[in-house]
């Protein structure tokens, strides 16, 4: 079997935001996949282990092998699929929307994600529920104000984008570290409507085969 013609492997963690985000993306696009979990807690953390930094030195879930590549960091990985698999697209044509898209999915992925990430609140320690929850209100408080500009059913227009890619789960690290949603009536809704895709709901940490039982839906 030729390398392009492999299955891609997706290293993943059920409960990974960044990983959630390529799962979504693998759906929509109607890429099948295996899928490897890497428990990011267990074991002191298998993303610490020598065979998983020798895929990511970043020590860093999600990795997907694709093409015969290895790539890391998931709006590269999501940037590759759309460039060789462009249907359905998750950029829009439009050069304006296009920006916007990008500004609200790196708003999410830099401004807000890194600074709640599991790495991060080991090192606060016992005040980490509360570090987390005023990271993701300072970074949703900014994100309702921008979506409210941009915002159709959807987080760029009436199409489905990687704005909403990265919305969805970083909602989900929000209701689990008990922010109160309550301010956000945009993101709430249109997280709503996400949710009832199928791409999203096939993609949802409840849903994957290394979700413990207790957890599964």
Known sequence: MSAVAAKPILYSYFRSSCSWRVRIA?????????????NLVKDGGQQFSTEFKALNPMKQV????????????????IHYLEETRPNPRLLPQDPK???QVRMVADHIASGIQPLQNLGILKQIGERKMEWAQNC???????????LQHT???????????????????????????????????????????????EA????HPCRQPDTPAELRA
Do not use: H, W
């Not at 693998?26 to 890497?38: F, H, Q, T």
């Not at 300072?138 to 104000?145: M, V």
């Not at 999203?200 to 993609?203: A, I, N, Q, R, T």
């Open 151 to 197: 915002a159709g059913r959807y987080c760029v227009g009436d199409e489905v984008s990687m704005a909403d890619l990265c919305l969805v789960p970083q909602v989900a690290n929000a209701e689990r570290f008990k922010v109160d949603m309550g301010p956000y009536p945009t993101i709430t809704r249109i997280n709503k409507a996400l949710l009832e895709l």
């Open 62 to 77: 999600p990795v997907l092998k694709i093409d015969g590549i290895t790539l890391s960091q998931s709006l590269a990985i």
């Open 136 to 146: 993701i209100a300072s970074g949703f408080q900014a994100l309702e104000q921008i």
């Open 200 to 203: 999203f709901k096939v993609s």
């Open 26 to 38: 693998l759906a929509l696009k109607g890429i099948s996949y295996d899928l490897v979990p890497v």
């Open 97 to 99: 929307k296009r920006a």
